[in-house]
């Protein structure tokens, strides 16, 4: 199997000097919908939202801040726990581009390095690119939780719950 050359991605710390990018993205229905961002009133509030997010990495391509990259500790085993949960925005017009699968590379390595074992993600249904995304980095679909009213954003709807087992390097299309 051939893979294709992923393109380049810079990861850094997201910053109220991201917000004009962030404020952007954040509005348009088709990308915060999906990934479970709140609108954002105005840049005033976009800055203030970015200022208080240390664990979101902008995703940077061609000096450009494209989407950004959540870390989270999994609430159920708290900061120490060997497991992380991702989350992930891209602008609409770098889908399709490879950035986000090269951004999520780049993150899932770092976590494998700091010796976490397991990373989730959960994706609406409905969203089959993200889906796409996670499956072709090794992902596997563990669950469906059923549509929970007032989820996503005021739009109840099944979530898919994906894991990454970053202990079984066999299962992994990543390395």
Do not use: C
Not at 107 to 135: H, K, M, P
């Amino acid at each position: 199997m051939t893979r294709r050359a992923l393109p380049e991605v810079a990861l850094r710390p997201i910053g109220p000097g991201d917000a004009a990018a962030f404020l952007a993205y954040a509005n348009d229905p088709a990308v915060a919908g999906p990934a479970g961002l709140a609108p954002v009133a105005d840049l005033a509030a976009a800055e203030t939202r970015l200022s208080h997010a240390p664990e979101v990495l902008a995703v940077v391509h061609d000096g450009r801040m494209v989407g950004q990259v959540g870390v989270y500790a999994r609430a159920a085993g708290g900061p120490d726990a060997p497991e992380r949960e991702l989350g992930y925005a891209l602008a609409r017009p770098y889908w399709g581009r490879g950035l986000m699968q090269a951004a999520l590379t780049t993150v899932i390595y770092d976590l494998r390095r700091q010796g976490i074992a397991r990373v989730w993600a959960f994706v609406a249904v409905s969203n089959r690119r993200s889906a796409a995304v996670l499956e072709a980095l090794g992902f596997t679909r563990a669950d469906r939780l059923e549509a929970q009213p007032g989820a996503l954003l005021g739009r109840p709807e099944a979530v898919d719950v994906f894991t990454l087992d970053l202990k079984n390097e066999n299962e992994n299309q990543l390395m």
